[in-house]
């Protein structure tokens, strides 16, 4: 069974710093994603990524894909308020026809 | 070309009711995925349909919960005899075949 872990899953920063949140799969891949999510809100398409060693970045996130370690990271440059929410990633199979498991979220709160 | 549509946005019910979720899919997608989110907590897949099929239900509760998609209309799940543990958001995604999922806004139940 697919099983999608994040860490952390909570995450208080100072405004200008930087960090990481890690996302752990645990068999083989196809698609991962990572959305983001503001209270009460639906979700939000951040990156999708393919293939081993797929680099993606948008502004202050940064996000890659290890499919070897089965791991993906969403780094965050120089935190500002704005980015307070909570991140998801969420993995797909091809032979699952679509369907995403997700991690548990990890809530970001970036502080002045 | 709307976004994926969902309806209500919020829907409150008293125990022992019935609630219906509806969901309908951007245009031209042909496929159908319901997650529910608990408070707190991430997504989980409940079902993933095509229009007059269900393909995988493997997150649908055994009893109370059935999900439809019809040749005309939107997809609905229905939740019979709520209970307040059923008090979540449940969101809707369609996708193309093979290609990435986009969600709708939601649907907030409470049980009362």
């Known amino acids: 069974e697919l099983k999608v872990e994040q860490n952390p899953l909570f995450l208080s920063m100072q405004e200008g710093k930087n960090y990481t949140i890690y996302c752990n799969y645990s068999?083989?891949?196809?698609?991962l994603y990572w959305y983001r999510q503001d209270p009460g809100k639906s979700l939000e398409s951040l990156f999708v990524?393919?293939?081993?060693?797929a680099v993606k970045q948008e502004g202050r996130l940064m996000a890659s894909l290890d499919t070897k370690a089965r791991l993906s990271t969403l780094h965050i440059t120089a935190a500002v308020h704005d980015l307070s929410a909570t991140y998801f990633c969420?993995?797909?199979?091809?032979?699952?026809?679509?369907?995403?498991?997700f991690g548990q979220g990890t809530e970001l709160s970036v502080k002045p | 070309n709307a976004g994926v549509m969902q309806n209500p946005r919020h829907l409150v019910r008293r125990r022992g009711q019935e609630a219906r979720l509806r969901c309908s899919p951007m245009?031209?997608?042909?496929?159908v995925y319901w997650y529910r989110q608990l408070p707190e907590e991430g997504l989980k897949f409940m079902v993933y349909?095509?229009?007059?099929?269900?393909?995988?239900e493997s997150g649908m509760p055994k009893e109370r919960f059935s999900a439809e998609f019809p040749k005309e209309g939107p997809s609905i799940l229905r939740i019979q005899q709520v209970v307040r543990g059923d008090s979540a958001a449940y969101f809707c995604?369609?996708?193309?075949?093979?290609?990435?999922?986009?969600f709708g806004q939601g649907t907030r139940l409470t049980v009362v």
């Open positions: 995604a369609s996708s193309p075949p093979s290609a990435e999922a986009f």
């Open positions: 068999t083989t891949s196809d698609r």
């Open positions: 990524l393919l293939s081993n060693g």
């Open positions: 969420a993995v797909e199979r091809y032979n699952q026809g679509g369907k995403l498991i």
């Open positions: 245009k031209g997608h042909s496929h």
């Open positions: 349909l095509q229009k007059e099929n269900i393909i995988d």
